[in-house]
């Protein structure tokens, strides 16, 4: 598998971000879906990469500055072909990498508090990332979990 630096304009890649936008509104109430659209992830200070297996996509992730010495993990998303083989980890790997890379002294994140998300959050504790209280421009929200990890 390799992952790439992308321009979120292969068909698959706006397909499986659709299906996360679609999913995360199927379990969220509105005003606690934080995930990014097309438009969100190009913005200047977002980062995005896909890994695919050959010319298939198995899973996608982003890297948002806060600033020079924080960024966010935006954007985990896994092909439901690729679930429980590590493209999560891996992906998670790598952006942690990045962070690493840029200077970063933490990287943080916003996941959901409901049961579909557990196995999301338990990766992420694997990783070492550790419960938080809202960063950036987020608020307590009871559907929200934030989680931090120092580097």
Not at 81 to 89: K, M, N, P
Request: aromatic fraction near 8%; glycine fraction near 8%; hydrophobic fraction near 40%.
């Amino acid at each position: 598998m390799e992952i790439r630096a992308d321009t979120l304009h292969h068909p698959a890649v706006i397909a499986l971000l659709q299906e996360h936008l679609d999913w995360m509104h199927r379990t969220s109430p509105p005003e606690s879906v934080h995930a990014l659209d097309l438009d969100g992830l190009r913005q200047p200070g977002i980062r995005f990469w896909s890994l695919w297996d050959g010319d298939a996509l198995a899973g996608c992730g982003a890297l948002r500055h806060i600033d020079d010495a924080h960024g966010e993990i935006k954007s985990m998303r896994t092909a439901q072909a690729y679930l429980r083989q590590g493209v999560a980890s891996r992906m998670l790997g790598h952006l942690v990498d990045e962070a690493i890379r840029r200077g970063y002294r933490r990287v943080s994140l916003e996941t959901g508090s409901m049961d579909y998300f557990a196995p999301a959050r338990a990766m992420y504790a694997r990783a070492g990332f550790v419960a938080c209280t809202p960063f950036a421009d987020y608020v307590d929200d009871p559907n929200s979990v934030f989680m931090t990890r120092a580097l």
